[in-house]
Nanobody, 124 residues
Framework: QVQLVESGGGSVQAGGSLRLSCAYS????????MGWFRQAPGKEREGVAGIHSDGSARYADSVKGRFTISKDNAKNTLYLQMDSLKPEDTAMYYC??????????????????WGQGTQVTVSS
């Protein structure tokens, strides 16, 4: 059974940084994708960053140069380093596991398993 648990959210001022973590378990296949998604109130869920098990990664234009996705296979943990945060980054952030490839790494419909989310709030 695949399980994902996010942590690391919180409240920061604009320009600050946060690192989100997603501990995962139960992955039994060697080829898979992992992603970070976010959803603000009244908006659709959007892809923020995605990474494939082959190392390829993709970022939403809105976070390029500010966010970095990485994965520690030994710790079964996915990370999202978020720097230069902006108020518009405020949302619930979710990690997910799927079976897709670049350039579809940011599309929620290709992901099967989701964590419960962690809230990120950026104040101006």
């Amino acid at each position: 059974q695949v399980q994902l648990v996010e942590s690391g959210g919180g409240s920061v001022q604009a320009g600050g940084s946060l690192r989100l973590s997603c501990a995962y378990s139960g992955i039994t296949y060697s080829s898979y994708s992992m992603g970070w998604f976010r959803q603000a109130p009244g908006k659709e869920r959007e892809g923020v960053a995605g990474i494939h098990s082959d190392g390829s990664a993709r970022y939403a234009d809105s976070v390029k140069g500010r966010f970095t996705i990485s994965k520690d296979n030994a710790k079964n943990t996915l990370y999202l380093q978020m720097d230069s945060l902006k108020p518009e980054d405020t949302a619930m952030y979710y990690c997910a596991i799927g079976n897709t490839y670049d350039p579809w790494l940011l599309l929620p419909r290709f992901y099967n398993y989701w964590g419960q989310g962690t809230q990120v709030t950026v104040s101006s």
